[in-house]
């Protein structure tokens, strides 16, 4: 009666498959994407302004004449390239003091804790607009306030952990063997943390490139001409009807990157 | 007339058979005992009666249940019958009975959704039950407010609600001292007397010897021998069978004590507690290199408190623990209750070993010089902790603590959770520890016997007491000769 009844999941495997191969089609069109149509996303037309696909713009052209598709690939390099910056600079921050505030608790633990919980009652959009702007360029500061706001995540849960597995009987023994903090470390709490952190990656990631268009979409994020997912949307909207392509290309692009990210990391069943 | 009769029972897995044909019956008033050690498939004859096998699993054979006749082999038609025919006496019933439901609220449901009782007719019958069981008082408190004991007495009376003939006990006493063992064994013999039927699997020989009746001793997922228990516990027929006799601690030789030798540790005036409550106090003895110290006591009375302290893993609240001048840092060395929880989950063992032995400068080929003393096979080490067997990871646990050469060793229980053979395989290691390394062992344990029958001096210590703090220190028991 102790035995659990095991259930196979073919479906969450299923899922985070179609999850990574939404990412990998992302990022193949943002980085392949150029070399196999050349072409420059700022170079303007105004003749074939908001005409339909051709060879050359294989999703046709905005409203300035600019190729829709290069546009998008120089878009989906961008974003995606902030917002792992950011989740790599947070993720690390929160590792380190996440593990430093579970191993020495008392008063290194309360402050941290109490810091993390402060800016977890700020709202994010408002923070990373706070930083944007104290800091010069628009890219820094998107890394530097989308760091700001994802490393939180990353500290609770390894900090979480992390004290349930220093509480543990094996690390006790692993001590009295006279190992140290490193081989603590190595052996006990990074395998235990790795699937967490990697789902909180995932997450983070998606949640960066959706602050990073939503700013966009309201005229405080990237600045024209730049290429930004958000921004992009934001441009063609007016053109809804005479252009419905150029209009669905960033938004179906946004799509699926974020739900690509959500599915790998949601479906993890551990 | 036969409650229940269990004809050819098998149990396979994916074609492999994991359990070969048993049969057995069950008779009003007297008990049957399934005896066998872990992985003897003892479980899984209780789970083809019940139909509640894992999915995997298929059951074959035939099973009349009063006047009910069912096919193993289709569990569906078993589902009618729980609760009102058969029940289960949960594992660590605490941990089965509802955290936010009264006690008496968990008992008038089952009157109620099991046997169709109406809601006030449930909660007389509930009152009624608990009364019967000593629990008057207890019916409004909820499960974190009660004892062990009381939660189990809960649970059987929650069980046996639905008007269940027979009762089905899967290591009731798992996990429990020996004083509860007998306490629970005295409430399944009671709920026996009241009528119907007992069926009771184990691995703990007192607990069988306690409940008698009949017994089925099962090996490896076959009947190695069967009849009376007082027989076949006074004179078993089989090799296995006696083995598994002689492995009891009340059956063990006594082991010859040792010669005081170099002084290990000497605690002078040691007190502590735990969340405000005084476990001991006043607490002084010495050890010296090749001598066991048992220490024996109720659950809860701070014996794994005391192994910190002595560890040097939290501060005693008054007196002092010195270790002896000139010993390494790593010279004292811990061995747990859980062998699993001590290692570390995601490494193989061959990995979590090969790291230990150049830390303190000894050679790889110590680990393969010790495997075969410890009777381990060299295969255990390309596996992770929870593919091994309880047994062989005591032993490889014990073999990572001799490559640190010990001078100290405090096994918290080391053998709670194996059965009697391996138990005696890794106590005889443990001693054989002590006098070939020179080792100075604290043994903890909730058995008696074990120590009496290991220890060269004993400490016993008294159950803590919430209400009168202060009062009661242990009291420091020596058998035999103190060095």
Redesign the interface.
């Known amino acids: 009666m102790t035995d659990a009844v095991m259930i196979p999941r073919p479906a969450g495997l299923a899922l985070r498959w179609t999850g990574a191969a939404l990412v990998a089609a992302a990022l193949v069109l943002a980085l392949i994407g150029p070399l196999a149509v050349p072409g420059d996303p700022f170079a303007q037309s105004l003749i074939k302004a908001l005409s339909g696909p051709e060879p050359a713009a294989p999703l046709g052209y905005d409203h300035l004449g600019r190729s829709i598709f290069h546009r998008l690939a120089a878009a989906l390099r961008l974003s995606p390239a902030i917002a792992m910056a950011a989740v790599l600079t947070a993720g690390l921050a929160g590792l380190g003091l996440g593990t430093w505030a579970a191993a020495r608790g008392g008063w290194t633990d309360r402050i941290l804790t109490i810091l993390a919980d402060a800016l977890l009652a700020l709202p994010g959009l408002l923070l990373v607009l706070i930083v944007l702007a104290i800091v010069p360029g628009t890219a820094l500061g998107f890394w530097a306030g989308l760091s700001l706001v994802l490393w939180v995540e990353f500290f609770r849960l390894t900090r979480a952990a992390t004290r349930a597995v220093l509480a543990s009987p094996a690390v006790q023994a692993t001590r009295l063997l006279g190992f140290g903090p490193v081989y603590v470390f190595r052996t006990h709490i990074w395998p235990e943390i790795a699937p967490m952190m990697l789902t909180a990656a995932a997450f983070g990631t998606a949640t960066a490139i959706m602050a990073i268009a939503a700013l966009g979409f309201v005229h405080v994020g990237m600045r024209a001409p730049t290429p930004e997912l958000g921004l992009m949307m934001v441009e063609l909207l007016p053109y809804w009807r005479e252009a419905p392509l150029a209009l669905l290309s960033p938004v179906i692009a946004t799509f699926a990157l974020l739900l690509g990210l959500t599915l790998l990391a949601g479906s993890r069943d551990t | 007339m036969t409650l229940l009769k269990a004809d050819d029972i098998t149990v396979a897995q994916g074609g492999t058979p994991i359990l070969h044909p048993v049969s057995l019956h069950l008779e009003p008033g007297e008990p049957l005992v399934i005896l066998g050690e872990t992985g003897s498939g003892k479980?899984l004859l209780?789970?083809a009666i019940m139909g509640?096998l894992?999915?995997?699993l298929a059951a074959r054979g035939r099973v009349v249940l009063g006047d009910h006749l069912l096919d193993a082999a289709r569990p569906g038609g078993f589902r009618p019958l729980w609760g009102r025919q058969i029940a289960?006496l949960?594992?660590e019933p605490w941990l089965s009975l509802d955290p936010l439901m009264r006690a008496k609220g968990q008992v008038t449901e089952a009157h109620h959704l099991v046997r169709g009782m109406t809601v006030p007719d449930a909660g007389a019958q509930a009152t009624a039950d608990l009364d019967r069981l000593g629990l008057a008082e207890a019916g409004m408190r909820y499960p974190h407010e009660l004892s062990g004991g009381m939660a189990q007495r809960v649970a059987i009376a929650a069980a046996r609600a639905g008007g269940a003939r027979i009762v089905i006990a899967?290591e009731p006493t798992k996990g429990l001292d020996a004083a509860r063992r007998d306490e629970v064994a005295d409430l399944l013999l009671a709920e026996l007397a009241r009528g119907g039927g007992l069926l009771v699997i184990t691995h703990d020989l007192a607990l069988a010897r306690r409940i008698g009746g009949r017994m089925i001793v099962l090996r490896e997922g076959r009947v190695v021998e069967t009849g009376p228990t007082a027989t076949v516990m006074g004179a078993p027929t089989q090799a296995y069978t006696r083995d598994l006799i002689a492995a009891d601690p009340e059956n063990w030789e006594l082991r010859n004590r040792r010669p005081a030798g170099a002084p290990v540790l000497t605690a002078t005036g040691l007190a502590a507690g735990r969340g405000g409550v005084r476990l001991f106090s006043d607490l002084s003895f010495d050890l010296t290199a090749g001598r066991i110290l048992g220490v024996t006591g109720p659950s809860g009375c701070g014996k794994s408190t005391l192994g910190d302290v002595v560890?040097g893993?939290a501060p005693p609240s008054a007196g002092r623990m010195s270790r002896s001048a000139g010993l390494a840092?790593?010279a004292?060395?811990?061995l747990?209750q859980?062998p699993v929880?001590?290692?570390?989950?995601?490494?193989t063992l061959g990995r979590?070993l090969a790291?230990?032995a150049p830390?303190?400068g000894e050679p790889q080929d110590r680990i393969d010089r010790l495997m075969p003393r410890l009777g381990l096979a060299p295969v255990l080490l390309t596996r992770k902790p929870d593919a091994v067997s309880g047994g062989e990871l005591q032993r490889l646990?014990l073999l990572?603590?001799l490559l640190?050469r010990p001078k100290f060793i405090f096994a918290d229980e080391p053998t709670s959770r194996l059965d009697p053979i391996t138990q005696k395989q890794v106590i005889d290691l443990l001693c054989e520890t002590a006098t070939t390394e020179g080792c100075a062992i604290m043994l903890v344990s909730h058995d008696p016997e074990l120590v009496a029958r290991t220890a060269d001096h004993v400490l016993s210590l008294a159950p803590a007491k919430a209400s009168e703090p202060d009062l009661s220190g242990p009291r420091v028991k020596l058998a035999g000769h103190l060095g």
């Open positions: 479980s209780a789970q509640t894992p999915r995997d289960v949960p594992q899967d560890l893993l840092p790593t004292f060395q811990k747990y859980d929880a001590a290692f570390p989950r995601h490494r979590t790291d230990v830390r303190h646990a990572r603590l640190v």
